[in-house]
């Protein structure tokens, strides 16, 4: 169940007219901060606001009609639940999406203004993949799973393929990790085409799960954690996701919550964009100077859902 880089390829063909081509974003300031070329994937211009609807449209189209006639089910803090709901319109399908109760409201309020049934669920006591696997048995849905799926690995590779056309080779790249789907995909786009180049993960602090599984050498679970960058919130590595993560990452560094808010200002204030929390942390490492980088290095900023109030609350801390 792992993906290569013809996989990507062929998710890249498939996202074809559908997704966005995202910009690469330069800052001369950004690169006297970190003493190094920073090439920065925008993928918050992505369709629906983060890179997640790249690896759900790729895993939803390639359903059969029967499935998509029947409809999808899905589990998400809030991107991926907003990317299903519009691959599901896109296809002509419905989603019914399982959210923490603690999600923000934009998030679902933009998944059920996609056309989605939105449930929702305690993220702190009760288990998601069970409660979306009894869901979509009970009503025949199809479960597309935010990483833990070869389709949706392969899709959110699709972005590094691009970032690669778009500034050429890179020395290292930088990949917020979650559930980590993100980074598969990425790793197997980038080390398929760059065996040298240097894969670098980012998580929160105290969601340090896939750095503590790659030490451990096998997975390992974390509480919850209650952090701000609350799309990368897992308890534990997905098991394919880990598979290809543990041969192709080089490192992963961790952030704390004030640098991520300091990131997204530096964004807002320096580069004019605005960007969410989960998608922050790869700039928050370079930026924090917990990454020592150097040549030309890639950063991953892969979503800018966020609401006004949130935003401002956070740039306020």
């Given at each position: ?201 980012v998580e929160p602090r105290e969601g340090d799960d896939t750095k503590r599984s790659l030490d451990a050498g096998e997975r390992v679970a974390v509480p919850v954690s209650r952090t701000v960058a609350d799309g990368l919130a897992a308890p534990t590595p997905g098991e394919l ?77």
């Open positions: 169940m792992s993906i290569t880089l013809a996989d990507v390829h062929d998710a890249a063909e498939r996202l074809k007219g559908v997704a966005h081509r995202t910009p690469v974003l330069r800052s001369r300031t950004l690169d006297a901060f970190v003493g190094a070329e920073v090439f920065v994937k925008a993928e918050n211009f992505q369709r629906m606001g983060a890179f997640k609807f790249r690896g759900a449209y790729n895993a939803c189209a390639r359903l059969t009609p029967a499935q998509l006639a029947s409809g999808i089910a899905a589990y998400s803090s809030g991107n991926h639940a907003q990317a299903v709901a519009l691959a599901a319109q896109e296809l002509g399908s419905h989603a019914v999406i399982l959210m923490p109760e603690d999600s923000p409201a934009s998030k679902r309020a933009a998944a059920e203004g996609y056309g989605a049934e939105v449930l929702t669920f305690d993220r702190y006591g009760e288990d998601r993949i069970a409660l979306a696997g009894a869901l979509a048995a009970e009503r025949g849905l199809t479960l597309i799973p935010p990483y833990e799926h070869p389709d949706v690995m392969a899709g959110q590779g699709t972005a590094t393929l691009e970032l690669l056309e778009q500034a050429g080779d890179l020395d290292a790249l930088v990949v917020p990790v979650g559930g980590g789907g993100l980074m598969a995909g990425s790793a197997t786009a980038a080390k398929g085409l760059l065996p040298g180049i240097r894969m670098i993960g996701t880990f598979e290809v993560n543990r041969r192709l990452v080089d490192e992963i560094a961790l952030v704390g919550d004030d640098e991520i808010c300091d990131a997204m200002r530096f964004a807002f204030e320096r580069m004019r964009i605005v960007i969410e929390p989960s998608g922050a942390t790869g700039l928050a490492a370079l930026l924090s100077g917990r990454l020592k980088v150097s040549g030309r290095v890639g950063v991953i900023i892969s979503g800018g859902n966020i609401d006004v109030t949130r935003f401002v609350t956070l740039l306020s801390r």
